[in-house]
């Protein structure tokens, strides 16, 4: 029987505030929370915030979420950047003077340069000269979905001068893991030292001046590239970074990379590892820093930003309304582009159960296929079709013909023009397929801007939430949807739609995620009711209730680390140096590997799996 693979911990940062316990959620939302509930979501944000004032909540309300990019980013009126300047001297050459070592190695043929002594020279140009001047501007793209103002995750642990994303990963997996309510070595203690899998990746990589853009950029502008910027630009480095840093994992890695549907592709590779056998835990997750002008520059380049002006166009106003920049199916003229990190644990049902360990919900697949023949490698073709009908045949299948009926899809919801149009009609034809009249869609980008490779993360964050609080978040940025949309079998949410006590009414969401180049994905995800109803067919009502006294204290360690944290005791997990193995510290026999740092030996196996053939 193939084991389920269900979800035992989250955590993470985005505009919204801190992934784990729904504390981001419960800001999407927060029209409709309780007292007690928002309470405690205002404390951990002024803590996160820095704030003197912790009962300022309009100054925590308006400044997260999408808004207009603030300074501690960029300072979007003085970007800074080089113009190319030809000079020609009139009459006479062009004399100056400069320090000798300030001379390029190799000098340009219309170049005479005489020693001043002192280290200076004095240098005549004959001709043109060709200079780079210094030159601003202000940038096109005001929006962005920026972290919690004040914020900061380089302040948490020794960063090293690492890039922002890395900082962010560092963050997003520490609580993560600390969500759990279960020490990592007591997980340990209950598997082989393999049997862990990483998947984390970020779609574009690390491109500040500490990864990509310090790289590219240091020699244009008289500087060095350092030992640090390639290596940790990288794009698999959020998962690097977890196995060495954080977990001492010898267990599977990788960085599944499919642009926008990033981690969703990483989903898949951890959930197959559970259901194969070939990991019992499996951490999955991503984290992107891409509020950089370089980048904004690069998608506006390209037609997929929206600019100030087209969104004060809409309107009819002179003012950009930051705010209401992300419109999913609405009028809209592109996406917002975000910032965030979100890491999920999940382990096979059989662990989860024997461990105690808290069940959020659970994941039977992640469907992938690319578009086929298309004329632009950028436009949507038709995969994202065959993802989200193979989830809802799936879902038909586990759920029955009416349970399929009680689902809704967090769609990948970007605010193009191009997206509304047709990811509504895919949405509508496999609702109309599997019979459903009105199939709920929201979209959480209309508050967290489109972050790229964790994107797909902050739908599967914010879907945990409706299964604790009941509202599937709706799309407030618009009063009303584009004409030119389908939705003939889809009520898309522009309000907070309630689904029940803990979301009862709602069994199964599909995440859908659309990239550049073809990349389309879509993963099911049933309720943690759903969970449990499955999981007491297999194993009894006995071994469930035995789970459950075991989950007390699991809960109980959780909580006490959600209040430790929301009053600003932030434990963020890092062992730089520490625990490290060297070839002598494991022991290679015939049977598997004994390792120094790991209380259980890792076996190899035992059965030919091509007995068949031999």
């Known amino acids: 029987m193939q084991k389920l693979p269900v979800i035992v911990g989250f955590g993470g940062i985005n505009a919204a505030g801190r992934s784990s316990f729904h504390h981001a959620y419960r800001r999407l939302v927060h029209e409709v929370m309780k007292e007690e509930e928002l309470a405690p979501m205002f404390e951990g944000l002024s803590k996160l915030m820095k704030l003197e004032d912790a009962n300022d909540r309009q100054y925590m309300l308006d400044h997260t979420l999408i808004r207009k990019i603030e300074s501690q980013t960029f300072d979007i009126n003085n970007v800074k950047t080089h113009r190319k300047t030809s000079m020609k ?134 500087g060095r590239v350092t030992s640090k910027q390639m290596p940790l630009m990288l794009t698999q480095m959020p998962a690097d970074f977890v196995n060495s840093y954080m977990i001492n994992s010898v267990g599977s890695t990788g960085a599944n990379i499919g642009a926008c549907a990033t981690f969703l592709y990483n989903l898949r590779q951890g959930i197959g590892d559970i259901q194969a056998g070939r990991a019992r835990v499996a951490i999955v997750g ?23 002006a087209q969104i004060a166009a809409i309107d009819g106003t002179e003012e950009c309304d930051n705010r209401r920049a992300s419109r999913p199916f609405a009028e809209n003229a592109g996406f917002t582009i975000g910032e965030a990190a979100q890491f999920f644990i999940l382990m096979d049902d059989e662990l989860a159960l024997e461990l105690g360990a808290t069940i959020y919900g659970a994941v039977p697949d992640v469907y992938v296929n690319a578009d086929a023949n298309k004329k632009s490698i950028s436009s949507p073709g038709v995969g994202n079709y065959l993802t989200v009908a193979k989830c809802m045949a799936l879902a038909k299948n586990i759920l029955g013909e009416e349970g399929v009926k009680q689902t809704y899809a967090s769609a990948h919801g970007t605010s193009t023009p191009q997206n509304r149009v047709t990811e509504s009609h ?95 994905a879509s993963g099911l995800v049933l309720s943690p009711h759903v969970a449990f109803e499955m999981l007491e067919k297999k194993y009894g009502a006995e071994r469930l209730a035995d789970y459950r006294a075991k989950n007390e204290s699991v809960k109980a360690t959780a909580k006490a680390y959600d209040e430790a944290i929301t009053k600003g005791d932030i434990n963020v997990i890092y062992h730089f140096g520490t625990e490290v193995m060297q070839g002598e510290d494991l022991k290679i026999t015939s049977e598997g590997i004994s390792l120094d740092k790991f209380k259980n030996q890792l076996n190899f196996d035992t059965e030919n799996p091509y007995s068949e053939y031999c």
Request: charged content about 25%.
């Open 286 to 308: 991503g984290a992107e820093a891409p509020i950089e002008p370089e980048v904004i520059e690069g998608f506006k380049a390209m037609g997929a930003l929206a600019e100030d």
């Open 426 to 520: 895919i949405l509508n034809e496999v609702a109309k397929a599997f019979s459903i009249e009105k199939w709920p869609v929201c979209g959480v980008k209309a508050y967290l801007g489109h972050s790229l490779g964790p994107a797909g993360g902050d739908q599967l964050a914010a879907a945990l939430g409706v299964w604790e609080y009941g509202y599937i978040p709706g799309i407030k940025t618009t009063e009303k949807l584009a004409e030119d949309i389908y939705d003939s079998n889809l009520e898309i949410c522009l309000d907070h739609k309630f689904v029940g006590d803990k979301g009862e009414q709602m069994k199964g969401v599909v995440l859908n995620s659309k990239g550049f180049g073809g990349n389309n």
């Open 89 to 222: 001297a009139e009459g006479e050459a062009i004399k100056f003077e400069t320090r000798k070592r300030q001379l390029p190695e190799t000098l340009p043929e219309n170049w005479k340069v005489e020693d001043l002594g002192g280290g200076k020279v004095s240098v005549t140009v004959e001709g043109e000269m060709e200079v780079l001047t210094q030159d601003s501007y202000k940038i096109a793209v005001t929006s962005g979905a920026q972290l919690p103002t004040g914020f900061d995750p380089a302040e948490f642990y020794s960063s090293r001068n690492q890039p922002k994303g890395l900082q962010l990963a560092v963050f997003g997996a520490s609580d993560a893991l600390h969500s759990m309510g279960l020490d990592w070595d007591t997980v340990l203690e209950h598997i082989e030292p393999d049997e862990v899998s990483v998947y984390a990746a970020s779609a574009i990589g690390q491109l500040d001046d500490f990864g990509g853009r310090g790289l590219a950029q240091a020699g244009l502008k008289g």
